[in-house]
């Protein structure tokens, strides 16, 4: 759970000042206490979450007997808020949401028991949705829309579905500029070939 957390919050700052920090706190089988004692910690916590592989998030939130509980949040280093998200018992729960770096909105939906579920929505960057659909049991499940920049569905169907689609379309991309090159590439010699025939043809008046 505590690793779906920490995807949760890679962009934290603390930004209310609070005295706890999580440097002041150990945890022993999943539960958190302060520092040089044997009772679960409750109070408020903010700082780097522990346990990260690179860099450090930085979340504000209430831990309850050891356990994160209740709404927690973080913020980017401008104090932009960056993700908030529900905790019961240490587990996620409720609607989580994720926010770019502008403060538009990335993704929302729901956990249930630490796991995805029900209808789930992405954005692009400019705000416009991205994909939508529903999750079981942290899958996805169904039929999912996907659409472009401007808010045009594009496609219905799986993620893996898409994925092919996305990687024929790459190679008819692909496909197209290789011909496109291939016709300039043609022109140029055409072209070349003509202005040789037309010096050939002016030194052939001049003798």
């Given at each position: 759970?505590?690793?779906?957390?920490?995807?949760l919050?890679?962009?934290?700052?603390?930004?209310?000042?609070?005295?706890?920090?999580?440097?002041?706190?150990?945890?022993?089988?999943?539960?958190?206490?302060?520092?040089?004692?044997?009772?679960?910690?409750?109070?408020?916590?903010?700082?780097?979450?522990?346990?990260?592989?690179?860099?450090?998030?930085?979340?504000?939130?209430?831990?309850?007997?050891?356990?994160?509980?209740?709404?927690?949040?973080?913020?980017?280093?401008?104090?932009?808020?960056?993700?908030r998200?529900?905790?019961?018992?240490?587990m996620?729960?409720?609607?989580?949401?994720?926010?770019?770096?502008?403060g538009?909105?990335?993704?929302?939906?729901?956990?249930?028991?630490?796991?995805?579920?029900?209808?789930?929505?992405?954005?692009?960057?400019?705000?416009?949705?991205?994909?939508?659909?529903?999750?079981?049991?942290?899958?996805?499940?169904?039929?999912?829309?996907?659409?472009?920049?401007?808010?045009?569905?594009?496609?219905?169907?799986?993620?893996k579905?898409?994925?092919?689609?996305?990687?024929?379309?790459?190679?008819?991309?692909?496909?197209?500029?290789?011909?496109?090159?291939?016709?300039?590439?043609?022109?140029?010699?055409?072209?070349?070939?003509?202005?040789?025939?037309?010096?050939?043809?002016?030194k052939?008046?001049?003798?």
């Amino acid at each position: 759970m505590i690793r779906k957390l920490l995807l949760l919050t890679t962009f934290m700052v603390p930004v209310f000042g609070w005295a706890n920090s999580w440097e002041d706190l150990v945890q022993r089988e999943g539960i958190y206490y302060k520092k040089f004692t044997d009772v679960p910690f409750t109070g408020s916590v903010e700082g780097v979450w522990p346990g990260l592989s690179r860099g450090g998030s930085l979340v504000t939130g209430q831990l309850e007997k050891g356990l994160p509980q209740g709404v927690w949040r973080g913020y980017d280093d401008d104090g932009q808020l960056g993700a908030r998200f529900t905790v019961v018992d240490g587990m996620l729960e409720g609607i989580s949401s994720e926010y770019f770096d502008s403060g538009t909105l990335k993704s929302s939906g729901s956990y249930s028991s630490d796991q995805k579920v029900g209808y789930w929505t992405y954005y692009f960057f400019n705000g416009v949705v991205k994909t939508r659909g529903f999750y079981d049991s942290d899958a996805q499940s169904g039929a999912w829309e996907f659409f472009d920049q401007t808010g045009n569905l594009i496609f219905v169907g799986t993620q893996k579905d898409w994925g092919e689609v996305q990687q024929s379309l790459k190679k008819e991309r692909e496909r197209e500029a290789a011909e496109k090159k291939r016709q300039r590439e043609q022109a140029r010699e055409l072209k070349e070939r003509e202005r040789e025939r037309e010096a050939a043809e002016k030194k052939r008046q001049r003798e």
